[in-house]
């Protein structure tokens, strides 16, 4: 137990991250529900408690200096990634965690009550639909995602959650550079524009991290009707 938790303490340190004893103990917690819910559904692939803390706890925590304003949305949060883990870092945070899938939704809401987090929520429902809800759309100063989609179609679930000003956080792999040259039309009819790339290495393996900037309002059509992001994506 107590090797785990120094080795998560340690590999925050390594980024230039200062955990508290609870929040160490909070992803400790974390990891554990993860890996009993995971024995009965799929969650995760990466299974081992070491590749737990560094492909999923760090990998969602190193944007904490890109997060601005006090209200995010997660979105594709899966098993919680990177909106749990964020919170943790982050208790002033008020965070909605979207996911489409029921039982991964079942996975976040038992972690929020088992690690007694406050003013975090998840809901289940597809962006498509929630964004068109006045009670969500542009409401947002932050929307992060980790999603696999293409940055053209990620784009089109995220802008309109985001209020004028706030901005996107997506985390990608190294190789994102055509996909975002790709992605720059889209995010101008959205309303948005590119305002950074970070590169980093984490754990040896090549990471990016895309903030895109909302610069006016996304028209209401956006984003259109399920599966029009995916199959005719933006140009």
Known sequence: MEDIKDFIKNEA??????????????????MNNLIEWNEKINLTAIKE???????????????KD??????????????????????IVNNDMDITLLDAVNK?????????????LNNIIAIHSRAED????????????IVVSRAVSNMTTLVEYMLPFLKKGGKCICLKGPDVDKELEESKNAIRILGGK?????QYELNGNGRSIIVILKEKHTEQIYPR???????????
């Open 225 to 235: 009707k399920q599966g029009k992001p995916i199959k005719e994506p933006l140009k």
């Open 13 to 30: 340190k390594k980024n230039n991250i200062n955990l508290s004893e609870k929040q160490i103990e909070l992803f400790y917690l974390y």
């Open 49 to 63: 408690k070491k590749d737990i803390v560094i492909k999923h706890f760090i990998d969602s925590i190193v944007i």
């Open 66 to 87: 890109e997060i601005v304003g006090n209200k995010m949305l997660d979105l594709g949060s899966g098993a919680g990634f990177p909106g749990i883990p964020i919170k």
């Open 104 to 116: 991964k939704v079942n996975f976040m809401n038992d972690t929020i009550e088992k690690l007694n």
């Open 194 to 198: 590119i305002e950074k790339k970070i």
């Open 130 to 141: 929630l964004a068109h809800d006045e009670k969500y759309r542009e409401k947002y100063d």
